[in-house]
């Protein structure tokens, strides 16, 4: 009995010394294998990258052989084919090796090594889906609802775990179509998730359900997407070189009129906002002539294009703005109609003058220095563009200081002086420079009232 259990004794103490231990480098054969605890190697080397032996029912560990991941159990079978491109791959399907799976039921993306293709293997390495396309990502979910990305074609759709291809290969990013299978899995409804998609036939964009299908048709130049997290309600979309807003439908909220994509989506904002948008303007080119009006949120024209530049209306719900016609500024009020004569050189003054409209101030409190486009002369208008002091100088400056002590430097003659309100110099003009004159100016307005 004794010498029964000495020699079952010596079986086991050979057995654990046969099995393979920690993989080994061999510097003469460049590659790895593995040794037994007393040195000697149990599988020889042969392998370009070798793991750890894993697992506790059933040892494995995972090898790299012509460039791809396999499997290899103790004796050195190779049980999983080096088949893989990562080695986490590789790894999963040693685990169900271990775990002693049904083959089949959880399938890994691999590459065809003959043509570069790529479909999906069982843990042993044996086709399950055929390698039919040009990239495969693993599956994420739980049956029955696993997805994984594919590309065909040049572009992601995704397949389900038996390999049907429940999204349409439309997305242009594999990301893209994970979250379109995500939605997939959850089962939300597929007429509230929308992704920009371009048509490969026409490079035109729209709007591609989690299905893969167009909600939107692809008719835009551009478009931008419903938020960071697809819950927008609105977005802009280019067509015809102008931009316009839609909703998820497609239907058209703001017409395609807006210049660029930040007007088109502050447009946007003031009927999402509540505004008064009856009142509402924003200055827009008609694409068609090149020149500027107004339209209100939708696009729609409310003071029409025949100007050649035209300013902000205050808030865009201000009562007046400027505009330039024939090379001059005027003021313009929200209806279109026209509060001064469009005299003005720059755009400031023409807004100084609807200012004035605006807050009712007395006509000709203020007057502007305006050249007569017939006789090259300068003169003095009120804020509606009317001559008050005639244009009879040869240069004019603005009126400064208050209503009583108002004067303004005045050129004639070939020298500068200072005028008041009635057109009369109050300083002779005797001066060099429009500085000089109104220095003296200043000293008349000091020490003379009216």
Excluded at 3 to 25: D, E, H
Excluded at 319 to 336: E, H, Q, R, V, Y
Aim: net charge neutral; hydrophobic share 35%; aromatic share 16%.
């Amino acid at each position: 009995m004794k010498r029964l259990a000495i020699f079952f004794l010596l079986i086991l103490l050979t057995t654990l010394g046969a099995v393979a231990q920690k993989p080994v480098y061999e510097s003469a054969m460049k590659s790895f294998g593995y040794k037994n605890d007393n040195g000697t190697w149990r599988i020889m080397p042969q392998y370009q990258r070798a793991g750890d032996f894993q697992g506790t029912t059933r040892k494995w560990a995972v090898v790299k052989l012509d460039g791809h991941w396999g499997c290899i159990d103790v004796d050195g079978n190779l049980i999983c084919r080096n088949i893989f491109d990562e080695r986490e791959i590789a790894e999963q399907a040693g685990r169900e090796w271990e775990a002693q799976s049904e083959p089949g039921k959880w399938v890994y993306p691999a590459r065809n090594q003959s043509d570069g293709r790529w479909g999906y293997v069982d843990y042993y390495g044996r086709w399950k889906y055929q390698p039919v396309y040009e990239r495969a990502n693993v599956h994420k979910g739980k049956d029955p609802k696993s997805y994984a990305a594919v590309r065909k074609d040049g572009r992601w759709g995704c397949i389900d775990g038996r390999g049907i291809l429940v999204i349409q290969n439309i997305f242009h990013t594999a990301e893209q179509a994970e979250e379109a299978g995500k939605q997939w899995a959850i089962g939300r409804n597929y007429y509230t998730w929308r992704v920009p998609v371009r048509n490969p036939k026409t490079d035109l964009w729209g709007f591609c359900d989690y299905l893969g299908r167009w909600a939107v048709q692809p008719n835009y130049q551009e478009v931008r997407p419903f938020g960071e997290d697809n819950t927008y309600q609105y977005t802009q979309v280019k067509q015809d070189d102008r931009w316009a807003n839609i909703d998820r439908d497609g239907e058209i909220i703001s017409q395609a009129i807006f210049f660029n994509v930040e007007d088109a989506a502050y447009a946007l904002r003031q009927m999402e906002h509540g505004r008064s948008l009856e009142e509402w303007r924003l200055p827009v080119t008609n694409p068609a002539n090149g020149k500027w009006g107004w339209v209100d949120w939708s696009g729609e024209w409310q003071i029409q294009p025949i100007f050649e530049d035209v300013s902000h209306f205050a808030n865009d719900t201000g009562l007046f703005a400027t505009a330039k016609l024939d090379g001059f500024w005027m003021a313009i009020s929200d209806t279109g109609e026209y509060l001064s004569r469009n005299v003005f050189t720059l755009s400031s003054e023409a807004w100084q003058a609807g200012n004035q409209w605006d807050t009712h101030q007395e006509l000709g409190h203020w007057l502007y220095p305006v050249m007569d486009q017939g006789t090259q002369a300068w003169g003095y208008v009120d804020y509606k563009g009317m001559w008050v002091i005639k244009p009879t100088f040869e240069d004019a400056k603005l009126f400064t200081y208050v209503w009583n002590d108002r004067v303004a430097p005045a050129k004639m003659d070939g020298r500068w002086g200072c005028i008041d309100h009635t057109g009369q110099f109050v300083v002779k003009n005797q001066y060099l420079t429009s500085a000089e004159a109104q220095m003296a100016g200043r000293r008349w307005a000091e020490g003379k009232k009216f």
